[in-house]
């Protein structure tokens, strides 16, 4: 069987990490008041590739004190200061990656990239495996909070003008709503959570329940937010709306109260 970037190895040999690629900050846009779009530029991004959308990557921030991140061993301990981003649109040859950060408050990523600025240095490893669409289904809901619009925008990206898709997409603010755009015909609910966190998935919960099951029913839905959340969404989903568990992949992007949730929560004990 040939090996891809989302099987193990068939040994027990440990798994080789790709190494970390140094990249610089090489632009900073203002998207809304709480998220930002920053370019990392370098040349260590040759060969970087991205086969499927929603797929993830690695950022290493510098530690308190440093200009500049301790460039990690291949095969050394892993960085303290690493989170998990989504390689929003990725130009090979200008060895380049956006990514979009939500300032959501306290955390060393969400603080970072509150005063990014051009020429300031993270590393990079990566990317991870994402998410496996469907392109022969037509009906798509992505269902997710202001951290998965990335996410989102890939898989807009991705379908083709034959799919529909709808997107029910919960932000701290009415001003954090903009344009998407897909060659699908598109569907945009934006909900509103407030400044309290703990409310996180609360207004999505109640926006698929006021659409009913006719809303969710036949669709391949990508359902990505607080950890908590999105398990009660899977719930709500495949008890109220009669939505079968293999219609929806679930991701946990942020866990209330706990710093680096890890990457690999998809919430199957829903
Ligand atoms: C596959 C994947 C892809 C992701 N892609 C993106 C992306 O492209 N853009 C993006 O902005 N995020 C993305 N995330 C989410 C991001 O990894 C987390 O939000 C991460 O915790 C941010 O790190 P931090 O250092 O800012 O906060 P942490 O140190 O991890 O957490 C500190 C505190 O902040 C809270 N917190 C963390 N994130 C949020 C949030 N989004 N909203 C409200 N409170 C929060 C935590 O509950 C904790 O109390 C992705 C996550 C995954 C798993």
Same mark, same amino acid.
């Given at each position: 069987?040939?090996? =891809?970037? %989302?099987?193990?190895?068939?040994?027990?040999?440990?798994?080789?990490?790709?190494?970390?690629?140094?990249?610089? !900050?090489?632009? &900073?846009?203002?998207?809304?008041?709480?998220?930002?779009?920053?370019?990392?530029?370098?040349?260590?991004?040759?060969?970087?590739?991205?086969?499927?959308?929603?797929?993830?990557?690695?950022?290493? /921030?510098?530690?308190?004190?440093?200009?500049?991140?301790?460039?990690?061993?291949?095969?050394?301990?892993?960085?303290?200061?690493?989170?998990?981003? =989504?390689?929003?649109?990725?130009?090979?040859?200008?060895?380049? !990656?956006?990514?979009?950060? &939500?300032?959501?408050?306290?955390?060393?990523?969400?603080?970072? +990239?509150?005063?990014?600025? !051009?020429?300031?240095?993270? /590393?990079?490893?990566?990317?991870? #495996?994402?998410?496996?669409?469907?392109?022969?289904?037509?009906?798509?809901?992505?269902?997710?909070?202001?951290?998965?619009?990335?996410?989102?925008?890939?898989?807009?990206?991705?379908?083709?003008? =034959?799919?529909? &898709?709808?997107?029910?997409?919960?932000?701290?603010?009415?001003?954090?709503?903009?344009?998407?755009?897909?060659?699908? #015909?598109?569907? !945009?609910?934006? &909900?509103?959570?407030? #400044?309290?966190?703990?409310?996180?998935?609360?207004?999505?919960?109640?926006?698929?329940?006021?659409?009913?099951? %006719?809303?969710?029913?036949?669709?391949?839905?990508?359902?990505?937010?607080?950890?908590?959340?999105?398990?009660?969404?899977?719930?709500?989903?495949?008890?109220?709306?009669?939505?079968?568990?293999?219609?929806?992949?679930?991701?946990?992007?942020?866990?209330?109260? =706990?710093?680096?949730?890890?990457?690999?929560?998809?919430?199957?004990? +829903?």
């Amino acid at each position: 069987m040939p090996q =891809t970037a %989302s099987t193990p190895p068939l040994d027990n040999a440990p798994r080789k990490r790709r190494p970390p690629r140094r990249v610089e !900050v090489s632009r &900073v846009q203002v998207l809304s008041p709480a998220m930002r779009r920053i370019t990392l530029k370098g040349a260590e991004l040759e060969g970087f590739a991205v086969n499927d959308p929603a797929s993830y990557m690695k950022l290493i /921030f510098p530690e308190p004190g440093q200009t500049e991140p301790t460039r990690p061993l291949p095969d050394g301990p892993r960085a303290t200061t690493m989170r998990t981003y =989504t390689p929003l649109a990725v130009r090979p040859e200008a060895l380049e !990656v956006d990514v979009d950060f &939500v300032l959501h408050g306290e955390g060393p990523a969400s603080t970072w +990239a509150a005063q990014a600025h !051009v020429g300031q240095v993270l /590393f990079l490893m990566g990317p991870g #495996p994402g998410y496996k669409l469907p392109l022969q289904a037509t009906e798509h809901l992505l269902v997710g909070d202001d951290s998965a619009l990335p996410a989102f925008e890939t898989i807009l990206a991705s379908l083709p003008p =034959t799919a529909r &898709v709808r997107m029910l997409v919960e932000v701290a603010d009415a001003a954090e709503q903009r344009v998407l755009t897909s060659a699908a #015909p598109l569907d !945009v609910q934006w &909900v509103v959570r407030g #400044p309290d966190n703990s409310r996180a998935g609360q207004a999505l919960e109640a926006a698929l329940r006021q659409a009913g099951p %006719s809303a969710a029913a036949t669709h391949n839905i990508y359902l990505a937010c607080e950890a908590g959340a999105m398990r009660r969404i899977r719930q709500l989903l495949t008890g109220e709306l009669g939505v079968a568990r293999s219609q929806i992949v679930g991701r946990g992007y942020w866990k209330l109260s =706990t710093a680096n949730h890890p990457d690999h929560d998809y919430g199957e004990d +829903a």
